[in-house]
């Protein structure tokens, strides 16, 4: 349920701000961003609880296509797969055997790593600030501009290389750290990772587009 939330649903100042001096990590983000078309990148992910207690390690990879699509894979004991084509959410958990579909929702913000493919909507749906830097990283922080919103803030941590951390923390507390590695941009990447098909005999939950029944 952890890993669902955290790609279904991604210091306060004016973004205005930025729009004439921009901070280091806002430059990193819009040079790595510029001219991007697909990326993929391996990652780590960890869960913690408010008070500091890891309820959740693992570890995979990960796809995106400019402007919308996202193909997110995780590995180990409980492997699942999250494909994301531009219209629809596909997560299939394979020891369930049990496919979820739900439409997807265009707002950057239920699924923040998009922001990476479609820079477009960072200041239209979130309050920017540039921290400064952390772990030889340049840290940019995200608050979305709506009320109700999955997550209180993003964090992306930048280098020359790109994005190397997101941190992810909700209202109740739970902290989603993921760091990324093997980095890999505008390569050669088939275009069906970003279709998928319920694999014969999964339970299906959800409206599957283009039918009349789930």
């Known amino acids: 349920m952890v890993r669902k939330l955290l790609l279904l649903t991604l210091l306060l100042t004016s973004a205005a701000t930025f729009a004439d001096t921009p901070g280091p990590a806002r430059s990193e983000l819009e040079g790595f961003t510029r001219g991007l ?39 180990g004991e409980f492997p699942e797969v999250i494909v994301a084509d531009g219209n629809t959410v596909w997560i299939y958990d394979e020891t369930l055997a ?5 439409p997807q929702s265009n707002r950057i913000a239920d699924a923040p790593l998009l922001i990476l493919t479609d ?30 919103s999955e997550f209180d803030r993003i964090l992306m941590g930048m ?35 970003f279709s998928f098909t319920p694999p014969q005999g999964a339970d299906v939950v959800g409206q599957v587009p283009g039918t009349d029944q789930p």
């Open 98 to 102: 049990q496919v979820t579909v739900k």
């Open 159 to 193: 280098n020359s290389d790109g994005i190397r951390l997101m941190v992810l923390e909700d209202a109740f507390g739970q902290r989603t750290e993921i760091r990324f590695a093997n980095i890999a941009r505008n390569t050669d990447i088939n275009p069906e990772l």
């Open 119 to 148: 820079i477009s909507q960072l200041d239209q749906q979130f309050f920017v600030t540039d921290l400064g830097s952390f772990e030889n990283l340049q840290l940019l922080e995200l608050r979305s501009r709506e009320s109700e």
């Open 37 to 75: 078309e697909n990326l993929q990148m391996d990652f780590t992910q960890v869960v913690k609880s408010q008070d500091g207690r890891i309820q959740d390690k693992t570890h995979g990879t990960a796809w995106l296509q400019s402007p919308d699509k996202l193909r997110w894979v995780y590995a």
